[in-house]
């Protein structure tokens, strides 16, 4: 009987300067008193203070700030069990661990879940999933939508470059992840869901279109980075956001002495899968070039061996996941591409 | 309790080459027969025959087909009452007024709607509202999303010419409709719904980033004014998509001897009110440059005394509606500048 | 990926005594001013005042006061499209036409609904459909749940006996409609929705259990009357609250000279067909026999002429609908026990 | 903008004889397959093979049965963190622990869940919140309904009477519930949901109507507790189905030797408080005679000194609860009436 789809969206989404010191307000004004908090564990101690500076001036009670060193289930879960019976909102303050294990404790306590990132170096902020490991295995599990996403545009405007970049690579990979979306379907019937993959594929193009390193290209990126995660919500699958370029990122986690940024490892991997999807690489590496994604990875140069056995055990990683990497040919080509293309090159040290 | 926010979207959308031949598919995989298919008057016979031939070849029983020649309340109040009850489902084919009409009669019969435009002329083939003449007068008329959207992209990529300059004009008056509900909060306090504004935004520059009349700007241009019009749904207002240029826009319509297209007068107003807002004039001016647009409307110059006339009779339009007009000495100013801004002038005969 | 179901409900319920002088206070809450009352024509002069009187003492301005003589889709249509745009709500105050038509306009217009019965005579004042006229025929029509049930348990408990009656009438047929529905999944395999049923059928027992015709008996009446418009919500038909005898009593309604409450008309053609169905007749019986619903129907009796024919054109009243009548030698069953029952013998004149 | 309020009820529900044998069909016909079975330690084996042969019957892949003893957090979280990432249901079949940890397992990992219940001791087969132990304290833990309700009336039909006892217990207590919840509201202002309360309390009369031991009344009295678990669910607590009798409850549960099954420590915690709040003690007390119930617990009685110490912790069990025993002088009172009352002072051994 229903006539049209209902999907999630964050209930409160404040995206502007200064929203940082707002973050008490948007509480107060859906009653979420008292909360608790849970920090980054390095967090740029300013940003802890004007957090629980707003909180105080608007008359949320924090009962506690917990700083989060480890996105574990377990962690999450021991947090959990002692939450306080009154806590009425759970804030996350800083970069993805942080955030990762709040989503997941407000998920359990079913409670309203504030997002406050300090950086855009991944879509994880607004997305329905959780990153922690289990014993000790990195797992992607199922939580909920923030309930309010607060970005603070002069904060992530301010972010180390690293993670900006970190976060473009986690933006472009959309184009490389709904190519192979389409494919799994041409090749195994795995149904698309049109409007999850236009939202995410217009998400792209809006940063792309005027990539910049400040306030404006905050608001971009982080509204990018926003829509992907709702495309994800509307197909409840990791699809519109996720393909064979994460596949070599998450084989890359598994094997590498020290792994890098997440978006730098799979933006690096999104050029490369574009080339042989044949899929915009050109656009891809050029907005690479632009922003000086390329040689912010020069400077401290992958490892080719590790990226060969990566491409080997990336079709593996996720059961019944067709990707372009599933195509016959596909590993050799790639790995080929690795030392053949010019860009790619120039980013392995040995 | 609801942690996070329920939004309505489209529950089937299909945005593709040779999706009009795939029509009746659509509808058998949802079990929608028999169906009822209202069709523009005039429309490109081609096409009604593709979208009959597509029904009967996947066993979609036609009950009736109706040409629309009038989009109004009364024509489709009276439609609907003779709805046969076994009719599953209301197709509409072709320009505004068969899609403004086909999605009030299935509003009234709760019955799912498929809108497969054959054109992208305006927002309205995805919007929670029909313009509908009521006794004669314009009227914007609460209804719900379409069940599906069905847009193929070579049908609407070989629309005339000046309906996709139409569907550019109402797509770069989102920037400054945007301007309008902030400065309503700025001024009034009216609230603005950050996620339907970013995501409203957000459509606007995908197209922007790379105009062009093919498959492939229809598939741009198709899916920022499909997003917005979910906007609109999101905020339950018409605020993301409509502001002052709009006001100017409705005042044309009531006293123009011959009004022109939706989107020519919109997108011209867009520019005039962007230059009071000083909000990005020269992007809206170059993209109209670069679309041809500007070019198209001096082949059929508009009345400058109507313009005039419609300046000062817009901010009244709607009842409590602030936007830029609403300040002091705006409308002065936008008088001179129909005449000063060399963009403007050429836009007027007289 | 939805793991749950989600439906509607009113927003606001409030069933006590004295909730009428509380209407103001309803709306005020919510910020549902200036607002529209439409009320039944001969409705008691002092229901008026009072729900005029409290919208006033809680700042709730009355756009208009429109008395409703008829229930037809033209005369809602007509309300509807000269509805002040600033009207925020419809507030429907009497009995069942009153109540239809403004749940229509409130429809159209898209703005929330109150339902404010004076009586329980039937299921319409929480109900999705409205039932109204076109063109002088019966018709349900789609409609929308009320967003508030304002039940004022002293009002309706002071409701003439015979309104009482007829509400019991529209309450005890629910069990024949779901053996009816049963019935249709075994022989043709209509889907039955188990929880609605099963809502539908609990509705029936809590007032049986103690009929009264006071205030408890009023909430208990009210209540179940309430549940049973929300199960045809849930399964989107009407299914669990219509069967065979609603069949007879729209025969009744379109052949009669003088047609007598739906109720009442209900209410014997559901004893009726219970006797067919062998499915709880003598709890039905008796229930009738306890309220004195069967007296107030000998005291102005129906035409047994008339019933013969209705009981021969129900099965074809609604297309696709079949019930014990669709049985083999039902109609003819029913027919003779129109007089060999002794409880039904003595409800015809002739 | 939203005009009605949207709640969730279970998909599916089949309340039937022979549920259980049909149990894998509904698994198909929602394609849910691979699944994984939790089931009741101490479960009739017959219903366990019944269980697994129908799964097998209709191609639904089991994965494992785990045998639940222990209905805590950790338990459940760990059966969770092994949960093969292909299960695609969760089968919880038996009693309260099993149904408890199974719903947790599917909420954990967002699978629907197919709650199963061989008996009808209380009604957590169809509520928003799992009772689980955290470090071995009983905890209500948020979770989700469930996807479907498969209620078999012959097994469930068949259960011991202290089983079946127990289940009314649970049931009456929603007027004493109800009671504490109005209460609450007059003299703390807590708000009350009108349609929860009345859906919960119109629950509870159908049963009472007519209480047996056989199929039909396990349909009425599995109804009246299903819509009792969606009663919690729509107003977000558990004000309509539990009250100061459960808090009674929960005392005796940490302090008692020996705690009785659940519904029999509350059913005899209802009559008491409804004596205090002089609300329907002779229809609640008659309904016990009559099923017998106090003879099931004179059988094994009380403790006279564990009741006395529970009535006085009651109060502080939950933060915030007002209920009957909040008013002066109810305690005393509370603990006069275990002995001054015949039914009650019946029920202790010393």
Same mark, same amino acid.
């Given at each position: 009987?229903?006539?049209?789809? !209902? ?42 203070? #004007? ?13 506690? +700030? ?43 306590? !079913? #409670?309203?879940?504030?997002? +406050?990132? +300090? ?16 014993? $000790? ?51 195994? $019937? ?28 905050? #608001?971009?990126?982080? +509204? ?29 986690? $598994? ?30 590496? #050029? ?20 990226? !060969? ?26 790995? !080929? ?14």
């Amino acid at each position: 009987m229903e006539l049209v789809t !209902r999907v999630n969206i964050p209930s409160v989404v404040r995206v502007k300067p200064g929203a940082l010191d707002r973050l008490g307000l948007y509480l107060r004004r859906s009653g979420h008193s008292p909360a608790v908090l849970l920090s980054s564990q390095g967090l740029v101690p300013e940003y802890l203070e #004007r957090a629980e500076r707003s909180l105080a001036e608007h008359g949320i009670e924090r009962l506690e +700030t917990v700083e989060v060193a480890e996105a574990s289930f377990e962690f999450a879960s021991s947090l959990f069990t002692r939450l306080p019976g009154k806590a009425a909102a759970v804030v996350g303050l800083g970069g993805g661990k942080a955030l990762d294990v709040a989503k997941y404790v407000a998920f359990l306590a !079913r #409670r309203p879940y504030y997002a +406050t990132p +300090t950086s855009l170096s991944n879509d994880g902020f607004c997305s329905p999933q959780s990153s922690l490991t289990i014993a $000790g295995r990195r797992r992607s599990l199922a939580a909920a939508l923030p309930h309010a996403v607060v970005l603070d545009l002069d904060v992530c405007g301010q972010a180390p470059r690293p993670l900006w970049l970190s976060g473009i690579g986690d933006l472009v990979c959309k184009l490389t992840a709904i190519f192979d979306w389409k494919l799994a379907f041409r090749r195994q $019937g795995l149904p698309v869901n049109d409007f999850a993959a236009l939202l995410s594929d217009a998400t792209v193009y809006q940063f792309l279109a005027q990539p910049s390193f400040d306030r404006e290209g905050a #608001r971009l990126l982080g +509204t990018a980075l926003m829509l992907n995660g709702v495309a994800m919500e509307i197909c409840g699958s990791s699809r519109p956001a996720s393909g064979s370029e994460h596949l070599i990122s998450h084989a890359l986690d $598994g094997i590498s002495k020290r792994p890098r940024l997440h978006g730098l490892q799979v933006g690096v991997a999104t050029y490369l899968v574009s080339l042989l999807q044949e899929n915009q690489s050109e656009r891809i590496g #050029r907005v690479l070039d632009e922003t000086g994604f390329w040689e912010a990875v020069r400077s401290d140069p992958f490892s080719l061996a590790e990226w !060969r056995q990566a491409i080997r055990l990336a079709p593996a990683i996720k059961e019944d996941f067709f990707t372009i990497l599933s195509e016959p040919g596909a590993l050799d080509e790639a790995e !080929r591409l690795l030392t053949a293309d010019p860009r790619l090159r120039a980013c392995f040290a040995d």
